[in-house]
């Protein structure tokens, strides 16, 4: 089916350690983009990526790395987890206009 | 003040009500509106998309823009338990390329 896949689904962490998330599409979309959901505070934009080599900054940038090294992928790096990091990662594709397609998401736990 | 502003809920209403949910929002800018409903563990999924001001239709949805007001709703008519879910309002203009601005989301709760 056509969409948007991310990997891994669940996660726990430990305080410093590393990890990358992994969002894939097949809807050959230009633009992707990471969020973090968190209660109340609705979904924020952390980076984004207008075209295969290209990342730019959203909302909230800091702690997170990004690379589009491919069209299909959109990876979103942690350096260094910090319990702050306790979040759902929702990753979106879109096409034209509208038609954001979001995954069904990352639940990441930092201890 | 956020751009785009949205009741949190929870909003708890009886199976078969007319449920109301809206959003404000302060740039003059934004002329595309949507709504995307959440169901619990999964990523939100686009449900109404409406261009500028006026009524969108679609079975029991109805997307409404007033953009005098700066005012959106989303009105769900002969509401079911199925429709339980977290509804986010969202909001773009063409000078910053599209790019959604979110509400915080309400939580909709339809008691059988």
Known sequence: NAGVTQTPKFRVLKTGQSMTLLCAQDMNHEYMYWYRQDPGMGLRLIHYSVGEGTTAKGEVPDGYNVSRLKKQNFLLGLESAAPSQTSVYFCASRDLVYGYTFGSGTRLTVV | ?112
Request: charged share 20%.
């Open chain 2, 1 to 112: 003040q956020k751009e785009v502003e949205q009741d949190p809920g929870p909003l708890s209403v009886p199976e078969g009500a007319i449920v109301s949910l809206n959003c404000t929002y302060s740039n003059s800018a934004f002329q595309y509106f949507m709504w995307y409903r959440q169901y619990s563990r999964k990523g939100p999924e686009l449900l109404m998309y409406t261009y500028s001001s006026g009524n969108k239709e679609d079975g029991r949805f109805t997307a409404q823009v007033d953009k005098s007001s700066k005012y959106i709703s989303l009105f769900i008519r002969d509401s079911q338990p199925s429709d339980s879910a977290t509804y986010l309002c969202a909001m773009s203009a063409v000078d910053s390329n599209y790019q959604l601005i979110w509400g915080a989301g309400t939580k909709l709760i339809i008691k059988p």
